[in-house]
Every structure is written in structure tokens, then in C-alpha cells.
């Protein structure tokens, strides 16, 4: 067929158009010269495209597409897996992401990396509504992966900024085949995997003119928590980390008026003139650490004493290490079926239909709720209860009046884990037509796609009202002493405080009609100018749901308690009416022999966006070819990414932050506030929702680079790139707010006492961003001792990343530098070494991520070290395929062969999950083995 011809025209300059995985492929196979093992540079194209096979994600362990995104040096950090994204804190749109991992190229976001199956769009994450999560791939079926690393707006459109990943599925496959994946970690505590599939085929596209295949596969992956791995740990004092909450197993006494202990505190025994402002009988008794999770919280005084933590309220009162409750890898199960026929409608024309579905339940585990009865009296512990603890008769507190109720403060272990269930079901039909008339190819096709995901509380959350009921009884005991449980009284009670069901849910939808036509233009002296034509219609649909039978509350007040069915601190109310838009794209494309060794791309495309308006985005590449081992490569183009439809759209909502709040007016000075109320500040409540005025963020970048073969076993290559970007979308979280208070003083808002009632966060276009890079691959191949050795290198150098929030703010360096948010290490790089001999076929491979500068603690401590480096991260993977049974292959082999553990980072567990460790850059499960297998039937 011609296409093969006048695409790979196209293809040689960088114009990436749409690959499919067809009979004739968009992209042509590399041209293998005669006398080398290794893929001549002369079919190198304009833009740096990285290949990678199927065989090669065997031969590496990699299964999922999650571990795919996690092995690239090109994908920042692996930022955005399901574990990093599975947070507790923050506001609605860092918690509706479901259990879901996203791919993050360059740094840029999520929403800065197109995702596309067999070339074309799938629908993004049914909660978020932001980007495709990589769960639905499925990868079983996947034959090839394409990473383009550079921006690509002018030909896909919006979110093309980063570069694009292209899944390819397996085609014209015959026979039946069942495969199997099991994993499983050397240290006990869970972290396995497993993996089914069932494939098979039909027809001969060569010789029946048909092909029928459909591949079906089931995974399950068991849970991991921080209290099976002894690293996972936020209570590490000695090296500067420790916990900042104030709740406990067992709960602490709180000084609140008209309680036992007054805000004025109490001595405690003789000699010690200090007035305790909280209590904790394992606190006085050195205890804490004798509770599950429990630890002193006497360590706060120096490790945050800008935070308010003083020797009379933290001495005797104990906390949660609740970075041991983190969840280090999310128990996952999952199906996907993919289903694709192709026929011949005639000699040049191919018509296609294709299904793919998933269906993948998470969990989402967080740590206990944290109850304080300070805002609501009826919760507080009467002296009538048989639970009561009387102070002053056990550890001779003078001021603590027996005949007061007791206000506490306790971490809720009784109530389990915070869990919801994250349900998310992803199916997509394409019908199209490829062909040629005469020298001219055509592509045609029709898809719709649909996400949906629904969120379940499983445990842990408390309906407020019953929970005020349970409390008051005094039959549920907050001072629980190590080993002792609830009485079958008391576990009822909590029993029937818990809320369960559907608490939210989401649905995304596109539905796209796409063609194109390509061929000759004219003749020119260098030879074919070619060309391509195009069109993109597609309409885009979004919705949540929001909370349903619930009220989601974050403090505990009595006008809380008082909302029809309002749940203690369930992931809020977030809501946003249905939203659909209508997007249409042209686009144009032109291939330039300009010199027989000089080649030039020019392309345009044209969106116009029913709600946001028109943009268009040219690109411009060059190809210098001096000779056939020499290729110099550039390239200079716009892109865009349009406001997902949750940044759009999303309702107001109000929660509550974690930790405390210091109020940087009315306690500037701990040591001397204006408030002293304001010091140590609880569950400041705060707003968040959409923003319908955004505009697309833009994008300007270019690359130059170079690929050398010097000689038929060798060839390196090298790109340097960046991008520029403005009016990026940023959420203006209350951290943020908090750190840059003379920036956002406004979003305060203050009652008529002084003191801040709420922060007024959300979406605006206000960022701005540079950032710059070099990626660089070594290749090697070579005949040895009657094999096939190969050898490879890639890594990613991070130059710079620097970023303002709003223009009069200087720009700010992130790379090496530890972020909340996105992680930009200066290094990340892959390699591997292989050898295939007859049957066997073994593959070392590693990743290397470098060290940088851990957080910055001088926002939490005056007296304390303020900085510090997190080493270096290398994991090595040993893995061996043995084919040599008929219809059989084996592979097995050795995850993380030198059991190396995360390295330690200090950073504060409110902002990022994870306890003394990072789940952006390490593996939580240590050496662990896999083994895999293929057995073809026929």
C-alpha cells in the first residue's frame, strides 16, 4: 500500500500522525542496513520517538503501564502513581483522583501529557475529569509503546505539551494463548501481585482477508502498609522527623473551660511549678510508644517549635505516628477486554472495529480519624463514666477538678482505617476505514468513549450525630491502656456510628469523528513535497455527582452534628452539574525536501472550543543529514492545554486543614501573641471550587539534537529541550496561601474579632513556567559467543524547572529541590544490558535517580538543622525468558536484586504521603520475585 510510502515520508520529518496499529502503520519500521544488528540512523526521524516493544516490558518486569511511566526518565518522579495520589489532605480535586495514576512527561502535569490508544483519544479519569488514567490501558494486548518527547499541539491539540504516549495494540494475531504474572515480595506483609490473561485469534489478513482478536486479563494486587516495612516510619526524632498532630490511641486530656482542666493547665506531682495545658497518663508515665502507633510528642517542642509546640503542652502528651498507617502499593482488581476486527473491503481499503473495556476497583486507605470534643460539650467524658481518669488522685494534678467532664483529643484506631472503595469502569468502540486512491492514503474513523467512577466509604468515617450519641453514653473509652479493647458494648456502639455507601461519583465521555488524507504535492528538485489534510470533531462530556446521602463535615461543631446524615471528614462535597463542550480541529501538515540532505516540517492546527474559544498552533522541524551515520534534528512550536471541565466547573466547598494554623497577625510571635487561641489553631476551615473565566494555559518550546552511528553496532543520541508556559492553572491551596501570606492576604477572610473565619482558595491562570532539559540514549549491538548482546542507556537531565505563581514574584529554581507537588530530580536514568542465546534471553536492567535537597525545615524550627540531602535511589532488575518447550515461554526474575530501601527524607507527611520515605521515586516492597508464563495452544 502507498500509505506505508507517503506517511513514512511524513514520518522521517516528525510529523506525527496519528499511529494506528493497522496492516499498514502510520509510522514505518526503522530500515535495518545490511551488515549491522542495529537500525539504521538513516531512518531516524525529525523529533526524538522512543520505541518500546513488548518483549522489552517483559524482559524489564514492567506489567503495568504504571510500572512503564515509573522506569522513564522522562516522566517526572513518577509523580502521579496511585499511591502518591492517594492523599488525605488537601482540597476536593487532590482527592476525587480515585485511586489512579497519570503519566507526568517533562514535569508538566498530568494534563500536560497526551495519552492516546492506538492513536487515538480515550476518556480521562471519571472523577477527575483531567487525564487518562493508566489503569485502563491494557497492556497485555500492547504490542509497542511511542513516547513522543516533544510537544505536539499542532498536530493532536490540547494537552500535547509534555509529549505524547502512544499505546499500540497487538493486530492480525492467530491462535489462543493463556498467560500468567505472580509477584511477590521477600519481606512478609503483602505488596504481591497477580495476573491472568486469555488471548486468541482468527484469520489471516494476507490470506483470509480477516482477523478476529480479543485478549482478556484479570490482576489483583494485595495491599501494602508502612507498618510492614520498619523504614515507614514518621517518628524518627534523632534525624529530625516527627509527627505533627496532636490526637492519640489514647486520647490526651485537653484544657478547654468548664472541663476537669482549664485552659490555665495544672501542675502535675511536686516540684515542678509548670501549668500542663494537656495531659496524657502514658505521656507521664513514659508510655506512648506502648499503644499501637502511639509515640511522645515531647519532641515537637524543638522539631516544631515554630509551630507552637511548648514544654507545658506537649511534655505530657503523647501523638500518632501515622505515617506507619500510610499505605505504601493500593490493593487493586482489575479486568480489561480488548476486542478488534479487520476486513478487507478491498485490494487498498481496511476497515476496522475496535472494543476495549476496563473495570478496576482500589482502595483508597487513610489514616483514623482525628476526634477532638473541644467544640461540642455533650462529647465531652462525664465523671460518671467508668473511664473517667481523675488526675489529680493518679499523678497529682492539683488544678484538675474530678468533678468537671473530661475534653480530649484521640486518634480513632476503634473506628479502622479511613477506607473507600474507588470503583472506575473505562469503555471505548472505534469504527474506521483506512485506504488508499492511487498515490493518495486516507484515514477515516468514528470512537466514543466513556470513564465512570464511583467512590464508596468502607470504614472509618462516623455519621457526626451518632457519633455525639455514642460519646455521650461514657461507655466508649478514649483512654484505652496498651492491650486493652473495647468492651462488645462499646464495639457496638462504634459499630453503629460508621457510615457506608456511595458517597460520590463521576462520568467522562468523547465522542470523536477524525480523517485525514495524505500524499504527493508536487515534485521538487530534492524530491516529493507531501502533504496531509486533516479534521478532529469531538465532543466532550463531565460530570460529578458530588456527595450522595451524605453531608461531609471536617470540624466537629454542633452545627455540624445538627446536618441531616454529615459525616466526619468523608471527601467532601465537591459537586459539578453536567458540562459538555464541543471541540473542531483542521490541521495541515507538509513534509519540505529542501537539499537532498535537508528536510523540513511545517504544520498547523486550528481548535476551536465551544466554551473557551479558538486557538491555533503552528510547528516548524528541520533534518540535517550530512551523511548516512550523522543526523542533526530540530524543532519550534505553540501548544495549549484547555481547563479541564472540574477546574471549570466545580462547586464551592468547604473543608477543614489538618494539622494547626499559626496566624501570622495575631500570633506573629508565639512567645508573645495577640492570641493566644490563634497559636495552635485546629481544622481551619478553608473554601475551594471552580473557576468558569480560566483560559488554556500556552506553550512555547523548541529541541535540538543529534543522533550519531559511528559504526553499525553503536549509536548515541542527544536532545536538548524546552518549554515555556503561561497563564498555567494553579490551585491556590491553603498551604500555599499559608507560606506566601503577604501575597494572599486577601483570601483570609477575617470576622469581626480578627481572626480568620475561612481561606478563600481556588483555580486561577496566574503561573508561569520555564524548564529546560537534555535527554540523551546510548545503543549497542552486537553478535557475542553465539549470541545477541544488547545494550541500552536513556536518562533525562533536568536542568531547570522554574516557576512564579503570579508575575511580580521572581521566578523560583525547583530542580534538586524537594516540591509538595511535583518532584523535579535532576537526574533519572534507565539501562539495561541483554543477552539472547537460542532459548534463553536474560536482561539486567536498573534506574538511577539522583539525590536532592530534602525539605526545607525553617518554616517549622528556629533551633533545629534546617536542610539536608536525600541520597541517591538505584534499583536493579535481573530477569530470564526461556522459550525453549514448543508453544511455551517462561520468564522469571528478581525485582529490586539488592533489596534497596527508599531513601530517607525528612518531609513533613501532611503535605506528600509517605513517612520517612518518598513514593515518588522508590519502590516500597524490597526484593521481590516474579515469574511469568505464555503457553500458545495453537
Keep these: 500500500m502507498k500509505l506505508k510510502t507517503i506517511v513514512g515520508s511524513l514520518a522521517l520529518l516528525g510529523l506525527a500522525t496519528h499511529a494506528v496499529a493497522q496492516t499498514a502503520p502510520a509510522k514505518p519500521e526503522r530500515i535495518v542496513i545490511t551488515g549491522s544488528s542495529i537500525k539504521r540512523i538513516a531512518s531516524e526521524g525529525a523529533l526524538p520517538v522512543q520505541v518500546i516493544t513488548a518483549e522489552e516490558l517483559e524482559q524489564q518486569g514492567l506489567v503495568t503501564a504504571q510500572d512503564l511511566l515509573g522506569s522513564l526518565g522522562e516522566n517526572s518522579a513518577n509523580t502521579n502513581n496511585e499511591v502518591s495520589s492517594n492523599t488525605v489532605f488537601g482540597p476536593d480535586q ?16 498530568p ?3 497526551l495519552v ?11 472523577q477527575s475529569g483531567s487525564a487518562v488514567d493508566l489503569n485502563a490501558i491494557p497492556m497485555s494486548a500492547v504490542a509497542r509503546v511511542e513516547i513522543l518527547k516533544d510537544g505536539a499541539s499542532a498536530i493532536y491539540g490540547t494537552d500535547a505539551i509534555g509529549g505524547v504516549i502512544n499505546f499500540i495494540l497487538k493486530s492480525n494475531y492467530r491462535g489462543a494463548s493463556i498467560g500468567g504474572t505472580i509477584s511477590e515480595p521477600e519481606a512478609k506483609g503483602g505488596g504481591g501481585t497477580k495476573r491472568a490473561t486469555l488471548s486468541f485469534g482468527f484469520g489471516d489478513m494476507d490470506t483470509d482477508g480477516w482477523n478476529f482478536l480479543s485478549s482478556v486479563t484479570y490482576d489483583k494486587n494485595q495491599i501494602l502498609r508502612g507498618i510492614d516495612r520498619e523504614w515507614a516510619t514518621g517518628y524518627q526524632p534523632g534525624r529530625q522527623l516527627s509527627p505533627e498532630t496532636t490526637s492519640a490511641p489514647h486520647a490526651n486530656i485537653i484544657g478547654a473551660a468548664n472541663t476537669a482542666l482549664s485552659t490555665a493547665g495544672t501542675v502535675v506531682g511536686t516540684g515542678d511549678t509548670t501549668r500542663y495545658t494537656n495531659l496524657n497518663l502514658l505521656a507521664i508515665q513514659g508510655q506512648c510508644e506502648a499503644m499501637p502507633f502511639g509515640t511522645p510528642l515531647a519532641a515537637n517542642v524543638t522539631l516544631w517549635d515554630r509551630f507552637g509546640y511548648t514544654n507545658a503542652n506537649s511534655r505530657y502528651r503523647c501523638g500518632t505516628d501515622y505515617g506507619r498507617q500510610f ?14 476486527g479487520q476486513v478487507k473491503i478491498a485490494r487498498d481499503h481496511i476497515g476496522f472495529v475496535e472494543l476495549v473495556g476496563s473495570r478496576t476497583e482500589i482502595d483508597g486507605e487513610y489514616t483514623p480519624y482525628q476526634f477532638s470534643s473541644t467544640s461540642n460539650a455533650l462529647t465531652h467524658l462525664k465523671p460518671t463514666s467508668p473511664h473517667y481518669l481523675d488526675m489529680r488522685a493518679l499523678v497529682g494534678a492539683a488544678q484538675f477538678d474530678p468533678t468537671l467532664p473530661i475534653a480530649y483529643r484521640l486518634r480513632m484506631n476503634d473506628w479502622g482505617y479511613r477506607t473507600n472503595t474507588n470503583k472506575s469502569e473505562n469503555t471505548r ?8 486512491f492511487g498515490v493518495y492514503s486516507y484515514r477515516v474513523g468514528v470512537s466514543s468513549g466513556q470513564a465512570k467512577g464511583d467512590t464508596y466509604l468502607k470504614q472509618g468515617y462516623a455519621f457526626t450525630q451518632k457519633l455525639v450519641d455514642a460519646l455521650a453514653t461514657g461507655l466508649i473509652n478514649p483512654f484505652l491502656n496498651p492491650g486493652e479493647e473495647q468492651t462488645a458494648e462499646a464495639k457496638a456502639l462504634i459499630e453503629s456510628t460508621q457510615a457506608r ?3 460520590f461519583g463521576g462520568k467522562t465521555s468523547v465522542t470523536q469523528i477524525d480523517g485525514s488524507i495524505s500524499g504527493p504535492l508536487m515534485k521538487l528538485p530534492a524530491g516529493s513535497m507531501d502533504f496531509a489534510l486533516g479534521f478532529d470533531s469531538r465532543k466532550e462530556g463531565y460530570e460529578f455527582s458530588g456527595t450522595q446521602g451524605f453531608t461531609c463535615v471536617s470540624t466537629f461543631t454542633v452545627a455540624n452534628a445538627a446536618q441531616p446524615n454529615s459525616v466526619m471528614g468523608c471527601p467532601g462535597n465537591a459537586r459539578s452539574p453536567k458540562l459538555t463542550r464541543d471541540i473542531n480541529a483542521v490541521f495541515a501538515e507538509l513534509a519540505i525536501p529542501v537539499f537532498k540532505s535537508l528536510s523540513m516540517q511545517l504544520a498547523v492546527r486550528h481548535d476551536n472550543y465551544s466554551q473557551i474559544g479558538g486557538t491555533t498552533n503552528p510547528k516548524v522541524a528541520l533534518r540535517w543529514q550530512p551523511s548516512d551515520k550523522f543526523i542533526v534534528r530540530a524543532s519550534a512550536n505553540t501548544g495549549f492545554r484547555a481547563p479541564t471541565p472540574q477546574q471549570l466547573n466545580l462547586g464551592t466547598v468547604e473543608l477543614a486543614l489538618t494539622g494547626t494554623f499559626r496566624d501570622p497577625v495575631r500570633c506573629a510571635d508565639p512567645a508573645n501573641p495577640i492570641d493566644p487561641t490563634q497559636c495552635t489553631r485546629a481544622s481551619l476551615p478553608y473554601r475551594q471550587g471552580g473557576n468558569p ?13 543529534f543522533a550519531f552511528q559511528p559504526v553499525g553496532w553503536f549509536s548515541v543520541g542527544m536532545d536538548y529541550w524546552q518549554v515555556k508556559l503561561e497563564d498555567r492553572i494553579r490551585s491556590l491551596s491553603p498551604a500555599l496561601m499559608i507560606a506566601n501570606y503577604d501575597l494572599f492576604r486577601d483570601n483570609f477572610i477575617r470576622d469581626a474579632s480578627g481572626n480568620v473565619s475561612y481561606i478563600q482558595a481556588g483555580w486561577v491562570n496566574a503561573a508561569q513556567s520555564e524548564t529546560k532539559g537534555l535527554d540523551f540514549n546510548v545503543t549497542g549491538i552486537g553478535n557475542v559467543g553465539g549470541g545477541r548482546l544488547t545494550a541500552k542507556l536513556n536518562g533525562t537531565k533536568m536542568i531547570s524547572h522554574k516557576e512564579r505563581l503570579i508575575a511580580s514574584q521572581p521566578l523560583q529554581q525547583f530542580v534538586g529541590k524537594w516540591s509538595n507537588v511535583t518532584l523535579y530530580l535532576p537526574w533519572r536514568i534507565s539501562g539495561s544490558v541483554g543477552f539472547k542465546k537460542g532459548a534463553w534471553n536474560t536482561t539486567l536492567s536498573g534506574r538511577w535517580s539522583s539525590s536532592y535537597d530534602d525539605e526545607n525545615r525553617a518554616t517549622y524550627t528556629v533551633n533545629q538543622p534546617t536542610s539536608r540531602t536525600v541520597e541517591p535511589y538505584f534499583v536493579a532488575n535481573l530477569f530470564t525468558t526461556f522459550t525453549g518447550v514448543k508453544n511455551l515461554s517462561i520468564t ?11 531513601p530517607y527524607t525528612w518531609h513533613n507527611v501532611d503535605n506528600v504521603i509517605g513517612a520517612g520515605w518518598d513514593p515518588r521515586v522508590a519502590d516500597p516492597r524490597g526484593r521481590t520475585a516474579q515469574l511469568s508464563f505464555t503457553y500458545k495452544f495453537f
Excluded at 487532590?94 to 502535569?109: I, S
Excluded at 480560566?694 to 523548541?702: H, I
Aim: glycine share 16%; proline share 4%.
Design 94 to 109: 487532590d482527592r476525587l483522583t480515585g485511586g489512579a495514576a497519570f503519566a507526568n512527561l517533562r514535569g508538566l502535569g
Design 111 to 113: 494534563t500536560g501529557t
Design 116 to 126: 492516546l490508544l492506538n492513536g487515538r483519544r480515550i476518556s480521562t479519569h471519571g
Design 327 to 340: 499505605m505504601l502499593r493500593s490493593p487493586r482488581e482489575s479486568w480489561n477486554v480488548v476486542a478488534r
Design 429 to 436: 468502540i472505534a469504527v474506521g476505514v483506512d485506504g488508499d
Design 501 to 503: 455507601g456511595r458517597v
Design 693 to 705: 473565566t480560566l483560559q488554556p494555559e500556552t506553550s512555547e518550546q523548541a529541541l535540538i539534537g
Design 892 to 902: 522469571a526474575g528478581v525485582i529490586n536484586l539488592f533489596d534497596k530501601e527508599p
